[in-house]
């Protein structure tokens, strides 16, 4: 998903959302971690349906539904291939070779916007968007094993109204792998070593104070806040019966912290996750 956000005062809010269709090949030639995991395409198509439906019909963003490319598995997880921060989009260079002509698709969406364009072309850098957090006052980057420094000096050069701090990833796929920005100010983060580790990073690197809502499994703290114009603030998050636990405690530190939750068929939103 690509949003539009514009510091602090307005953060979370965006007008458009880019997605893109499944393909077949997702199954079995995607890339992913547990490579003795199958991948259910009838749930999978499902739960993406009723992603989009709730982008489009609950919360009345603009979609831009893009077709998936059997030649291009991973095409489905669009926020690796853009970073988007006001009206500039930085096309990424992903770390995986096998998705970087994933961006072309992206960027004939993107004209559409009539977004400042800036292409990651410096054949040393590379840059997944699911490593890049940004916070509304900065951002920080992952540095994993598909971003590396140079991708992240170039998105520092993009967007220079931002300090950008690095955050060194290991063991993990990505940094939003295991945090997210569960709303203004607040970061939402797993409980693993790795999780809290790099949270603590985070922390000492900024010179701001944030939230934080901590869930017991990482996967959950991988969310997306949104603030819509006469909806308010919305947490799209995996659903309860994926994980109850982190269901309980989110609902819960959300109470404590005074944010409005999810609407119903919000909750039984799923993200897809890689």
């Known amino acids: 998903m690509a949003g539009l956000s514009s510091g602090p005062s307005s953060f979370g809010r965006c007008s458009h959302a ?4 499944l393909p077949e090949s997702l199954c079995q030639q995607a890339l992913r971690r547990e490579k003795a995991k199958e991948v259910d395409l009838a749930r999978a198509e499902r739960e993406h349906q009723l992603y989009v439906g709730v982008l489009k019909n609950k919360l009345g963003l603009q979609v831009l539904e893009l077709p998936g490319d059997e030649s291009l598995p991973d095409c489905v997880f669009v926020e690796d291939v853009v970073v988007v ?3 500039t989009a930085l096309l990424t260079r992903p770390g995986a070779p096998s998705r970087r002509k994933e961006v072309e698709a992206m960027k004939t969406a993107l004209n559409s ?11 040393q850098a590379t840059l997944d968007g699911g490593d890049v957090l940004f916070t509304g006052r900065e951002f920080f980057v992952g540095l994993s094993k598909r971003t590396n420094h140079r991708g992240a000096e170039i998105l520092a050069d993009t ?5 950008v701090s690095t955050v060194p990833v ?3 796929l990505h940094l939003k792998s295991f945090c997210s920005m569960a709303g203004p100010n607040l970061i939402a983060i797993g409980s693993s070593e790795i999780a809290q580790k790099a949270l603590k990073t985070m922390q000492q690197m900024s010179d701001h ?7 017991p499994d990482d996967a959950a703290a991988n969310c997306v806040y949104l603030n819509i114009p006469g909806k308010g603030h ?5 659903a309860p019966e994926e994980y109850p636990e982190s269901s309980k405690e989110r609902m819960l530190q959300a109470s404590n912290l005074h944010l409005g939750g999810p609407s119903e068929e919000e909750r039984e939103t799923r993200l897809c996750e890689q």
């Open 18 to 21: 880019v997605v893109r269709a």
């Open 85 to 87: 921060c006001e009206e």
């Open 113 to 123: 916007l009539s977004l400042n364009i800036v292409e990651m072309t410096d054949d």
């Open 159 to 163: 967007f220079k109204d931002y300090a």
């Open 170 to 172: 290991a063991d993990s």
């Open 209 to 215: 104070r944030y939230d934080k809502l901590t869930v």
């Open 234 to 238: 919305v947490l799209l998050h995996r």
